[in-house]
């Protein structure tokens, strides 16, 4: 057997843990983009976004409660 690194994406985070992430977050009714753009950015909880889409929150919304202080709220 012998070790791969996997490729990583823009953020730094393994491409297998953002395509991961990505389908979660489209399973969930997340828009492609959005979904692409959450999944490439470590900085956002998938378990929190998941949580509040589970509990009736708009997925847009649950993207602009848990964003980062220094992410600009009207990208989303």
């Given at each position: 057997m012998s070790f791969r690194p996997t490729a990583a994406g823009r953020s730094g985070t393994p491409a297998a843990v953002e395509r991961w992430?990505?389908?979660?977050l489209l399973e969930a009714g997340f828009d492609a983009q959005l979904a692409r753009r959450l999944a490439e950015d470590g900085r956002w909880d998938l378990h929190r976004l998941?949580?509040?889409v589970d509990r009736g929150c708009p997925p847009?919304?649950?993207a602009r409660i848990l964003a980062p202080l220094e992410v600009d709220?009207?990208?989303?």
């Open positions: 992430r990505r389908a979660q998941l949580e509040l847009a919304l649950a709220p009207q990208r989303w």
